[in-house]
């Protein structure tokens, strides 16, 4: 799978624990930036992340700023996608196997390299249960027309 990563200057700090659960499990990472501490605006990152998803450029993503919060709610915008921000790893396992989320977005400030390290792996390794949970991602999905 294509996995593209995006973080503002607060998530950059977990940007190489990302890349490695990425990379160790096989996958290929784009990464659409920021390369640095210089400060940066996170909806410009969100929005190259989720539109790399809705072209089909990649599968799924993992998007870094200081909370998680700002860039989560700036992916949502895109039409068709669906970002989880997550802060445990029981949250992670959710988002792939009951929301089918196509990206996770965590925060520098509040999560470890370790448990970021560890959240991705699980939310790209975890599979969607479908069923009754399709149903109602459907319902989600729906709320954008
Ligand atoms: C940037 O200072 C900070 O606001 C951003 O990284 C993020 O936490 C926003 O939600």
Do not use: W
């Amino acid at each position: 799978m294509k996995i593209a990563i995006g973080c503002d200057h607060g998530g950059i700090v977990l940007k190489d624990a990302v890349i490695k659960a990425v990379t160790e499990l096989g996958h290929e990472v784009i990464d659409y930036g920021c390369y640095d501490n210089s400060s940066v605006d996170y909806p410009d990152y969100a929005e190259k992340v989720a539109r790399a998803i809705v072209s089909g450029d990649a599968e799924k993503g993992v998007l870094l700023c200081g909370t998680g919060i700002g860039i989560s709610i700036a992916a949502n915008k895109i039409d068709g996608i669906r970002c989880a921000h997550v802060t445990d790893n029981f949250s992670a396992q959710m988002s792939a196997e009951h929301n089918n989320a196509h990206i996770i977005a965590m925060g520098g400030r509040i999560t470890s390299t370790e448990d970021a390290y560890t959240f991705t792996k699980t939310f790209l390794t975890t599979e969607f249960a479908g069923g009754r949970h399709a149903m109602r991602v459907d319902k989600i999905m729906a709320l954008e027309k």
